[in-house]
């Protein structure tokens, strides 16, 4: 009697998502077709559960990949054996070579469908990847007629390290389990408040409304970004810095009064791992220096606080 022994660890999982999704379609439409005994598609599905589960590198994918059953990878028995990094490195020019904004756009719409994703709330936040080494082509020029994002130094590297290279990166999630729905690599110089105009239009075009609730940390807190918000009808939530009068206005005004919040919260589903937290919104007698209205729940208007529903409070702006 011969036993076989297969790993599984979280693959299953992964391979049981993926398919779902049906990325393996959504790749072969989007990727040039080849010649070669396996497919571009095939190739980068194996590099992608590596990289959820192992982040290994490219020239290890062919030993990652023994101990798994062949079905959990999307490939035949036969062609496992034809991985290799030659293949993994063909496979990823493919990919840059493709019209990835199409194929995004085509995995998150899916997502949306297969998974029934609340898109009414969304997060959005960016963060800066520091670079260590000399790069001399990565100045944003076109790369095989695509431009790619700059490396830039920043006085705000968030790593505190200005004396390094750095890219922009912007994330956007759902309230509704934390769902990625949409990125963007900037040059390592751009300033985190200017990117919420463009994120904020592209999220318009995915949802097919302005009506959702776009949350973002202080850097949303600038004239230029929250009127273009408010003048397209569209609402968000965001907190106040300290620097800004209304901040001062509502702590003077607080300890003599008791606020009357109201939810502003448009995302009622249960979260993932249990009630998700809902902000509360609460006006006052002041007029935001922005000049749209006194505080209230209602799309156009709102200076004034936010509590979480747990209790605690915090100062924010919503319009």
Not at 40 to 53: A, D, E, H, P, S
Not at 152 to 162: D, I, Y
Not at 184 to 197: M, P
Not at 269 to 295: A, C, K, V
Request: hydrophobic fraction near 35%; charged fraction near 25%.
């Amino acid at each position: 009697m011969r036993i076989n022994s297969e790993r599984l660890g979280a693959l299953p999982i992964v391979h049981y998502v993926l398919a779902r999704l049906h990325l393996q379609r959504d790749l072969a439409r989007a990727l040039p077709t080849t010649d070669a005994a396996l497919a571009f598609g095939k190739v980068l599905g194996v590099l992608l559960r590596n990289l959820i589960l192992d982040r290994g590198p490219v020239y290890g994918t062919e030993r990652w990949v023994i101990p798994f059953s062949s079905y959990l990878l999307d490939l035949a028995p036969e062609e496992v054996r034809l991985l290799n990094d030659d293949r993994g490195g063909r496979a990823l020019d493919a990919l840059f070579d493709a019209d990835r904004a199409s194929l995004l756009n085509a995995v998150v719409v899916e997502a949306v469908r297969e998974f029934h994703l609340d898109l009414s709330e969304l997060h959005n936040d960016s963060t800066s990847v520091t670079f260590s080494g000399a790069y001399p082509d990565a100045h944003g020029s076109l790369l095989r007629g695509k431009l790619a994002a700059a490396l830039r130094r920043s006085a705000h590297n968030k790593e505190h390290r200005p004396d390094l290279e750095q890219l922009l990166w912007i994330l956007t999630v759902t309230a509704d389990g934390a769902v990625p729905i949409y990125y963007k690599v900037a040059d390592g110089n751009t300033e985190d408040s200017t990117t919420h105009r463009a994120t904020w239009d592209t999220l318009r075009t995915l949802t097919g409304t302005p009506d959702f609730l776009y949350v973002a940390d202080c850097k949303l807190a600038t004239g230029a970004a929250m009127t273009y918000i408010h003048e397209q009808k569209g609402r968000f939530l965001t907190a106040l810095p300290e620097t800004r009068k209304e901040e001062g206005a509502f702590r003077a005004w607080f300890p003599d009064h008791t606020p009357t919040w109201q939810d502003v919260s448009t995302c009622r589903s249960q979260g993932r791992r249990g009630p998700r937290e809902r902000p509360f919104l609460s006006g006052g007698p002041w007029r935001p220096r922005s000049g749209h209205g006194r505080g209230s729940a209602s799309s156009g208007s709102g200076s004034g606080a936010t509590r979480r529903d747990d209790g605690t409070r915090r100062h924010a702006r919503r319009r």
